[in-house]
Each structure stands twice: as structure tokens, then as C-alpha cells.
């Protein structure tokens, strides 16, 4: 028992040392024993991150949250407090307590229900000064200054914020909330003291006599334990950042890791009231890929059950992301339209974005941390001679090459001699779910922004195309291009059937959560599409039908929507999304590697930020088919050889093919298949006839006639139907 719960009494007349009053007794106002009439209190919300099992320090916690309740309940009536109430932030029973994480959505939750005032206040830690009060002092106050459990009081206070610190609403979403980056233990209170000093250059810290907690005892880790387990060492890696004495590094950490991106790990669950205590307990699920079996700990058998039953009911799915855009003042009615054309104006199309989707680009740009996108120099447009083989023949010239990076065969930037520092090891990341309670097919600008954003964050991925040849190939027919002598496939052709289960192989990986694999299908850019595929903006309608109407064993309908890409993704309304792309990996230092028909690269000569260039013949597919073994085979040492790489592919049918193979022989690369966009920046040579005219190389192209001056063109996010991709309304997208 918590004998100092007994100990702390004090009287109605000496706690009501404080000026703040109200005289509400309709709401418990009076409850303090104040005169009716005076002003009511803003709402203040203690925030309290729990989980009772299912982890490190997780152990009869429910014990703890009836006291610290009850006990905060008499002590804020005592201090004068009467608008108060109190959040419970619950993390089911699955993957690593986040303690960050929890009062991030507890913060959400607070908002939701009104509150101006924040105490974020650990279950185990109970006040013991009668001065020590809860009303907000005009900044971040620091209220836990010393606790039993730290031993001795000192006068230097650790650099932490743990315990229990009062915020404002306005405090808080200036700092962006607490990291969600800390798991298991430790650093998340010692990252948002840096936060704070670095958004208000100050902290209110109470004396540690009148900051007094006391801790109640319960099974914790054994430190040295603690210490050493990976997600420790991970959590000071990424600490040591935000120590950083460069002021724009600390920003760009804490815009990127915060309060606005909680709702990428975790939704909202259930919800408990009780209403006799004012509590409301808030229980949120975690998302893959960090919703994994309990590990330290047994979970608590009667909450994981009641979370198993309450996952049935799906009406609070996408609550935590509807939270944060009500918070962040956005609503589904607001348009944005921008008027894009050619350089010479011949060519205009009116664009009109949904608010939502230009918010998550703008959160997509913005999550990398560190990131060097808008920091960097421009690509670099010279020509140099660089390495070029035949795809099958790579070993006969990088061979040769003798300086090395770790895991690497060859030095990418010394053979394309772009003469940059070699970058340190490849951090290889966990991918993130970014689509969360929506599983929808993105905007074309989210798009863009979604693979900027994995690129510049080092998460590798992989991404193939699918148009009519594909199509054709898929459904076991014959198929021979409409440009004489480029490829042919016959379903009787040796090695043919091998050929089309590489081919479906993708539909099955983009159905993994381990590593990214994005389809890309002939899906309209515009919601204009729909009626005409001249309208469309590059996708096209009867396609998509018919690619629905693919064998059940392709697994089209399987792959989740927010897997897909458009076809035209890097070709069509923005032609220089092409460059982008390549300045991100530049900047982000992606090692360059190109895969492409011979007749694309004259002699050696590409431009100075490509490593090396791969060359496939014109009748690549039956190339590949007639040498099937050795060609497959070679492709799979390909892609091992290579570490932290990035291959660049237009190749036809026999991109998705490499892909396919390279993405699970190694998947520590990206593996991009651009098409014939690429073509054009390799050898500034118009091969398909959405290529820019001479002297008209800047924003908008016409795209194979997809686009027609002065339409209009409605950007949407789209779903996947029965038979066909439905744009996503606005009421449709928030009501999910």
C-alpha cells in the first residue's frame, strides 16, 4: 500500500492558496467550497500513459491508475481546481509500450473533449508539497523536479521533463508533442526538454522541495538490462540528434517526429467513460509493422480479449488522423487549384487539389529528418563517359573497379566520377505504415511526395508498372508491341510461363508488410477520367477494368490500395517529376545504377550522376526468355553485389521482371521502374511522343494526348472497387 497516501492531508482553508476561482456548482464547481459567479477555470486534462502488462514496467499498473486518481482527484479539489479530468491513454496489448506515443494521442484526445490545459503525469508518481499546484503558469512547467526514485535531491536537475509537466494546448503544438521515436524505455522525456528549450528558450521548473514526488514501488527492468537492448541503443542514436547545437537540425527532427505524425503508428480503439470519477480512458491500437506479439511480458488475458471484441467494431477507425486534422484547423471543403502550363503557354490545365491531399504532401516533404532535399545542389546536367555492359555481362567491367564501400562491389560515384564524400553506413529503416485508418490509392502529388520521402528517410522500396503489354501477358494471351520489332510474347514461347509468374510476382510482395512494393496501373491522375480517358490525365479506364478482371490467382485484389501507384507516375502531368526524383536520390545519396535499351545510351556517354548503365537488347523479352536461367540467375548476383543502391529501370516488360527478382534477392536496394520518361533524360532523345518538344523541357507536358488544353483536371485518391478504382470523396474519406 501507498502509506503516503494517508500521510498527505491538508486543510480545505491552507490549500486554497491560489487566486484562481469559479462557482459553477451545476458542474462540481463548488465542490471547493467557493463563491458562486466567478470566472470558470479553463479545462485542464491530466494525461496519463498506461498499459497494465504486455511489457517492461508494465506489471499491475491498474493497481496504480485507481490511486494516482483517486489521490489527484482530492489534491486538485484541495489546490482549487474544479474543471478537471482525466485522460487515460491506453496502448493495447501489442508491440512495445511507446510512452511518447500515448500521450500524443492522449494530447489528441485532450483537444477532443475541450481541454486548454495539459498535464501529462506519470501513473506512479504522487505529489507531496500542498504548494505544489496544478494551474498553468503562463509556459511549460516542469512540476516533477524530484521523485523518491532518483535517490537524493541535488541541485542539478536532470535534464528531463518526466513525472508530471503542464503544458498549454498551444505549448504543446508548438513543440509538435512528444517524439513517437522512443520505444520501450527511456529518452522520451529527456527529447521533449529540448524540444521545449528549443521552441521557448525557457523552462519553469518548480524547487525540487516544493517538485517533490513521491514513486510507488513496482517490478521494473533490471537496468543493465534495459541499457542494453537494442531499442535503448536505437533511442540514444537518435537522442544524440536532437542535442545537436545546429538549431535547424533540431527543428527539422522535431516537425518531422511529433504529435503530427502520431496517428502514423497508432488508432484509436475504444473509448470508457466514467463519468463518477471524470475519467475517460482512450485505448489505442498500434499499426504494422509495430503491432506485434507481446514479447517482455505476458499480455493481461481480460484487456487482450476485450481488445479482440472491440476490434470487430470498426466505427472508430481513422478517429486519431480526424482528430488531427480537425486540430490542425483543415476541413474537406477547401480547394486548392493552380493553373499549370508549358513553358511557351500553349498548353494550360486548370488543377484542383483537395486540401487534404496538399496537406499530407507537404507532411510527406517535411518527415524526413535531416532531410537534404531543399539543401542541396542541382542535379548535375554534364556528360561523361561512364561504365556501360550488357545486363548479363555486368561482372566483365565493375569487376575491375577495387575501391570499395562496406557490402559494396564497387564505388558507383568514382566510375560515373561525381565526386562526393563517401556517405556512412546504410541505416536501413522499418517501413511505416503512412496511410493510416485510409486504405486508399494516393493523390498523384502525395505520391510523389511518399517516394521523396522514403528515399530521403534511406527506407528502400520497389516499384513496377503495368500498361496494355503486361495486361495481355497477364491474362496468358499473345502480345506483340504496336512499335515494330520492340517485343513479342507468345504464351507457347520457351521459358513463357516462367516468364509470366515473375511477372505476377510483385501483386504477391506488395501484399507483405516487410518491405515496400508499390504497382503501378493505368489509373487516371484526374476524377475527369472517368467519363473519357482523354480526360484522364495519363490512366486509362478500360485498362483498369480489364486488369480487374485479372485471374484470382494474380492476387490483384488483394494488394492493398495504398500499395498502388499510377503508371504515368513519373511521365505525364509533371514531366520533371522524373528530375525530382533523381535529385532526391542525389541529394539523399543513393548511389545511381540505370537499366536500359541499348539504343538509349550513345557510346559511354550519360549524364554525371549515373554510376553506371546496365543495356538490355531491343527484343529484350525474348532475349530473356531464350537464355531464362542464366539471365534470372544473374540478376539475383546482381542485386546482392550491391547494397544501398539505386536501380533505375526502362526496360519494358523486362523492368518488372528485374524487379521482381532483384526485390527479393536483396531488398537493401530501391529498385524504380521509370519507363520511357527516362529515355529522355539519359540521352535527350524524344522516343515516345509524351516527350517535350525542343526548347519546352519545363513543368506540364501533354502526355500521349491524355490531357486537353484548357480542361480542367479534379487530383483525387482512389479505392479499389469490384470491377474498377472509385475516386475517394470527401465524405467518404472522413466517415471511414
Excluded at 562526393?420 to 493510416?436: C, T
Excluded at 487516371?524 to 472517368?530: D, P, S, W
Excluded at 542485386?639 to 536483396?666: V, Y
Excluded at 523541357?697 to 469490384?722: I, K, M, P, Y
Aim: glycine share 6%; hydrophobic share 40%.
Amino acid at each position: 500500500m501507498l502509506l503516503f497516501l494517508l500521510s498527505v492531508r491538508v486543510s480545505r482553508s491552507d490549500a486554497l492558496q491560489h487566486n484562481t476561482t469559479f462557482g459553477d456548482c451545476t458542474s462540481g464547481t463548488c465542490a471547493a467550497g467557493l463563491p458562486e459567479g466567478t470566472p470558470a477555470q479553463p479545462l485542464l486534462c491530466i494525461v496519463v500513459p498506461y498499459r497494465d502488462g504486455c511489457g517492461w514496467n508494465s506489471l499491475d499498473r491498474s493497481f496504480q491508475l485507481t490511486n494516482i486518481i483517486d489521490y489527484l482527484t482530492q489534491w486538485l479539489i484541495a489546490r482549487g481546481h474544479s474543471d478537471f479530468l482525466f485522460i487515460v491513454s491506453e496502448q493495447a496489448q501489442t508491440g512495445l509500450f511507446n510512452k511518447g506515443l500515448m500521450m500524443n494521442l492522449g494530447a489528441l484526445a485532450a483537444f477532443e473533449a475541450g481541454c486548454e490545459h495539459l498535464c501529462f503525469h506519470d501513473v506512479d508518481q504522487f505529489p507531496e508539497n500542498p504548494l505544489n499546484d496544478y494551474f498553468y503558469r503562463g509556459s511549460p512547467t516542469h512540476l516533477c523536479t524530484w521523485s523518491s526514485q532518483f535517490g537524493s535531491r541535488g541541485e542539478n536537475m536532470r535534464p528531463h521533463v518526466g513525472g508530471a509537466l503542464l503544458m498549454s494546448r498551444d505549448d504543446y503544438v508548438a513543440v509538435n508533442g512528444f517524439s513517437n521515436f522512443y520505444w520501450r524505455w527511456g529518452f522520451e522525456d529527456n527529447d521533449m526538454y529540448h524540444r521545449i528549450y528549443t521552441v521557448f528558450s525557457n523552462l519553469t521548473r518548480l524547487p525540487q522541495t516544493v517538485g517533490s514526488y513521491q514513486a510507488d514501488e513496482h517490478q521494473r527492468a533490471q537496468e543493465h538490462v534495459a541499457r542494453n537492448a537494442v531499442e535503448f541503443l536505437r533511442s540514444q542514436t537518435y537522442f544524440a540528434k536532437m542535442q545537436s547545437t545546429v538549431l535547424d537540425d533540431v527543428f527539422r527532427q522535431l516537425e518531422s517526429d511529433g504529435l503530427k505524425q502520431a496517428c502514423e503508428y497508432a488508432d484509436l480503439l475504444g473509448v470508457e467513460t466514467d463519468a463518477s470519477r471524470q475519467v475517460l480512458t482512450f485505448t489505442f491500437d498500434l499499426l504494422s509493422p509495430h503491432a506485434v506479439p507481446c514479447d517482455d511480458a505476458p499480455a493481461n488475458s481480460a484487456h487482450a480479449d476485450k481488445e479482440e471484441h472491440s476490434r470487430v467494431d470498426v466505427s472508430t477507425r481513422g478517429m486519431c488522423r480526424h482528430w488531427l486534422l480537425k486540430e490542425s484547423g483543415l476541413t474537406p471543403d477547401i480547394i486548392f487549384d493552380k493553373r499549370l502550363c508549358t513553358a511557351n503557354k500553349q498548353f494550360c490545365v486548370d488543377v484542383w487539389t483537395d486540401i487534404d491531399i496538399q496537406h499530407n504532401t507537404w507532411r510527406l516533404d517535411n518527415i524526413a529528418p535531416l532531410s537534404l532535399h531543399k539543401f542541396a545542389a542541382n542535379l548535375l546536367t554534364s556528360r561523361i563517359d561512364v561504365p556501360v555492359c550488357e545486363l548479363h555481362k555486368w561482372r566483365e567491367i565493375f569487376k575491375v573497379v577495387t575501391t570499395l564501400w562496406p557490402g559494396q562491389d564497387f564505388d558507383p560515384y568514382l566510375l560515373g566520377k561525381v565526386h562526393l564524400p563517401a556517405p556512412g553506413p546504410l541505416q536501413i529503416k522499418s517501413p511505416r505504415n503512412l496511410h493510416v485508418g485510409h486504405p486508399f490509392m494516393m493523390g498523384w502529388n502525395e505520391s510523389m511526395a511518399y517516394l521523396r520521402m522514403l528515399i530521403r528517410q534511406k527506407i528502400p522500396f520497389s516499384t513496377t508498372r503495368y500498361g496494355d503489354g503486361e495486361l495481355e501477358i497477364l491474362h496468358n494471351r499473345a502480345h506483340t508491341t504496336e512499335k515494330k520489332g520492340e517485343w513479342s510474347w507468345s504464351p507457347h514461347s520457351e521459358n513463357a510461363q516462367k516468364f509470366r509468374k515473375l511477372l505476377i510476382q510483385p501483386f504477391q510482395d506488395a501484399q507483405s508488410g516487410d518491405q515496400i512494393m508499390m504497382i503501378g496501373l493505368p489509373v487516371t491522375f484526374c476524377m475527369e477520367g472517368i467519363s473519357s480517358w482523354e480526360m484522364g490525365g495519363g490512366g486509362r479506364t478500360d485498362l483498369m477494368q480489364k486488369y480487374l478482371q485479372l485471374p484470382y490467382n494474380v492476387g490483384i485484389q488483394s494488394v492493398p490500395s495504398n500499395r498502388f501507384l499510377y503508371s504515368w507516375q513519373f511521365g505525364n502531368l509533371n514531366y520533371n517529376s522524373t528530375i525530382d526524383l533523381i535529385q532526391t536520390l542525389f541529394d539523399a545519396r543513393w548511389p545511381i545504377l540505370v537499366v536500359c535499351n541499348h539504343q538509349r545510351i550513345l557510346n559511354t556517354s550519360a549524364p554525371a550522376w549515373v554510376g553506371g548503365v546496365f543495356t538490355i537488347p531491343t527484343n529484350n523479352v525474348q532475349f530473356m526468355m531464350s537464355n531464362f536461367d542464366n539471365t534470372t540467375a544473374s540478376l539475383r548476383d546482381l542485386a546482392r553485389s550491391f547494397k544501398g543502391t539505386a536501380f533505375l529501370f526502362a526496360a519494358g516488360p523486362i523492368s518488372n521482371i528485374a524487379i521482381a527478382i532483384m526485390h527479393r534477392a536483396n531488398p537493401h536496394n530501391i529498385y524504380l521502374d521509370i519507363g520511357g520518361s527516362l529515355d529522355y533524360v539519359l540521352s535527350a532523345v524524344r522516343t515516345r511522343e509524351f516527350h517535350p518538344m525542343d526548347g519546352d523541357e519545363s513543368h506540364f507536358v501533354r502526355a500521349g494526348g491524355a490531357l486537353l488544353h484548357g480542361q480542367n483536371c479534379t487530383e483525387t485518391r482512389w479505392v479499389l472497387g469490384d470491377d474498377s478504382f472509385i475516386p475517394l470523396s470527401k465524405a467518404a474519406r472522413f466517415n471511414n
